[in-house]
C-alpha cells in the first residue's frame, strides 16, 4: 500500500519568508496529491492539489511541484503571514479509484511577526 | 446542506465499555472514509464505504473497531471494548467521484475519545 513521508516536521519562518515542506510517496500508481491545511482545533481542509498530469500548480501565494519520476511533491508557500500558521499534511491515492488518501504525519508551520 | 457532520464531538469513556460515532457526509457524496487522528499525527486511513459496501478497511484496524453504512447515507462506527490507546480524534470525510473536482475530502469535525 500507499506510504506518505513528510519532512520537516515543524517549520519556523519569518513573516515575509518563504515556506517549503517536501514529501515522498511509494505507490507508483498514485495520480493525485493534495495538500491539506488543519488550524488548530479545526478540520482538515483542503488547499491545492496536483494531478500527475502536470508539475506544477500555482493559486496565488501557493503553489505545488510534482517529481513522478522521483515520487516526491513539494508545498511552496510564499511572502508568508501569521495566518499560514497551522498544521499542514500532504497525501497521495490513485484517484480514479476512489481509494483512501493516506496522509503524511504533517508539518507545523509557525510564521511570526 | 451544512457539510460532514459527526456525532458527537466528544466522548469520554472508561475502559472497557463500547462507544458508537455518527456521520452524516455531504448528501450526494458516495465515498464515506473514517480516519483516526492522534496528537501530532497526520489522519490515519481506517475504512471507507461506496455507498453501503465498505471497500476497505486498514490492516491496522482492530477486530473491536466496526463500521456499518446501512443505507448509504449516515455511517457508524463503534469500538468495543475501548482501550486506553483508543483515545484519538475520529474523522469522518466524504467526497463525491463526479464531476471535475473528484478528489476533495470534506472532512467533519471530528469524535474526540478519551478513554479513562
Known amino acids: 500500500g500507499e506510504n506518505v513521508e513528510q519532512h520537516p516536521s515543524t517549520l519556523s519562518v519569518q513573516e515575509g519568508d518563504s515556506a517549503v515542506i517536501k514529501c515522498t510517496y511509494s505507490?507508483?500508481?498514485?495520480?493525485?496529491f493534495p495538500w491539506y491545511k488543519q488550524e488548530l482545533g479545526k478540520r482538515p481542509q483542503l488547499i491545492i492539489d496536483?494531478?500527475?498530469?502536470?508539475g506544477e500548480k500555482k493559486d496565488q501565494r501557493i503553489a505545488v511541484t510534482l517529481n513522478k519520476t522521483a515520487k516526491h511533491f513539494s508545498l511552496h508557500i510564499t511572502e508568508t503571514q501569521p495566518e499560514d500558521s497551522a498544521v499542514y499534511f500532504c497525501?497521495?491515492?490513485?484517484?480514479?479509484?476512489?481509494?483512501?488518501?493516506?496522509f503524511g504525519k504533517g508539518t507545523t508551520l509557525s510564521v511570526s511577526s | 446542506d451544512t457539510g460532514v457532520s459527526q456525532d458527537p464531538r466528544h466522548k469520554i469513556t472508561k475502559r472497557g465499555q463500547n462507544v458508537t460515532f455518527r456521520c452524516d457526509p455531504i448528501?450526494?457524496?458516495?465515498?464515506l472514509y473514517w480516519y483516526r487522528q492522534t496528537l501530532g499525527q497526520g489522519p490515519e486511513f481506517l475504512t471507507y464505504?461506496?455507498?453501503?459496501?465498505?471497500?476497505?478497511k486498514s490492516r491496522l484496524l482492530s477486530d473491536r473497531f466496526s463500521a456499518e453504512r446501512p443505507k448509504g447515507s449516515f455511517s457508524t462506527l463503534e469500538i468495543q471494548r475501548t482501550e486506553q490507546g483508543d483515545s484519538a480524534m475520529y474523522l469522518c470525510?466524504?467526497?463525491?467521484?463526479?464531476?471535475?473536482?473528484?478528489?476533495?475530502?470534506?472532512f467533519g469535525e471530528g469524535s474526540r475519545l478519551t478513554v479513562l
Open positions: 470525510a466524504s467526497r463525491t467521484l463526479a464531476g471535475a473536482n473528484t478528489g476533495e475530502l470534506f
Open positions: 505507490d507508483s500508481a498514485s495520480n493525485y
Open positions: 496536483i494531478r500527475s498530469n502536470v
Open positions: 497525501a497521495a491515492t490513485v484517484n480514479q479509484a476512489g481509494t483512501a488518501l493516506i
Open positions: 448528501s450526494e457524496h458516495n465515498r
Open positions: 464505504f461506496q455507498n453501503e459496501a465498505q471497500l476497505e
